[in-house]
């Protein structure tokens, strides 16, 4: 019935809009950042993965990147994954906003797809402009703690938001676009605590548009969706696809 009530719920409402956040793609194996066993829970964030910390000392955040752009390059679409841009194709998801930085619906399929907070498809030097697609990062990183720059030697950025850094104008706006003209913004596997994406079910509703939201775990929202299921995003997000398809 909860995978019906969603189906339901897209059908009647479109366009449709998808937000994910670190959720959906931790059946992949990627791990989420702020529940109680995330990344945050064991790393501090201003320390690994701030803007102030890459000046600082960029080796040092290399250090905390390299295993983990080695896990999310080997990680795979999951159900969730594949569902979402099995919707998009048949015209049922218009986008797919995402908080993630993981390439895993761009892999997956998907096309409409925004990159809030950047992604590992490329790292850039902050001092001469160079920028190097992930394949050669992940190959300067075999022999090195930290990917140098080939025309100056100044340490590559990886062309993801670090805290203290503004989000890329054009993927904010648009997402903001989007939010305002869904009729369903569906949320999956985020917990709605990162401003100003937290803010997208604000803009849906405020436009009449309605809410459905797929969070192991509370958000802000869940008094204010239409829908709210406590389940794995795979398993519900695969069951929509089946009915809807």
């Not at 140098?148 to 950025?157: M, S």
């Amino acid at each position: 019935m909860d995978a019906s009530e969603l189906a339901r719920l897209i059908r009647a409402n479109q366009p449709c809009v998808v937000l994910t956040g670190a959720g959906v793609s931790t059946e992949s194996g990627i791990p989420d950042f702020r529940s109680p066993t995330g990344m945050w829970a064991e790393f501090d964030p201003t320390e690994y993965a701030s803007l102030p910390a890459f000046r600082a000392d960029p080796a040092k955040v290399w250090r905390f990147y390299k295993p983990r752009i080695a896990m999310l390059t080997e990680a795979e679409p999951n159900a969730a994954h594949f569902a979402l841009a099995a919707l998009e194709r048949a015209g049922l998801v218009e986008a797919v906003v995402t908080q993630n930085i993981d390439l895993l619906h761009e892999r997956a399929g998907n096309r409409n797809l925004v990159e809030v907070h950047g992604s590992i498809r490329t790292a850039t030097c902050p001092a001469c402009g160079s920028t190097y697609r992930r394949d050669a990062v992940v190959a300067k990183l075999e022999d090195a703690e930290a990917p140098g720059c080939d025309r100056c030697g100044a340490i590559l950025k990886p062309d993801v938001v670090f805290f203290g850094e503004l989000l890329p104008v054009d993927a904010i706006e648009r997402a903001f676009e989007l939010a305002r003209n869904a009729r369903l913004l569906l949320v999956v596997g985020s917990s709605l605590e990162v401003h100003p994406i937290a803010a997208l079910p604000e803009e849906t509703l405020t436009s009449g548009g309605r809410l459905a939201i797929v969070n192991k775990g509370p958000t802000p929202y869940d008094r204010r969706a239409d829908l709210k299921l406590e389940m794995g995003a795979g398993e519900i997000l695969g069951a929509v696809a089946d009915e809807l398809l």
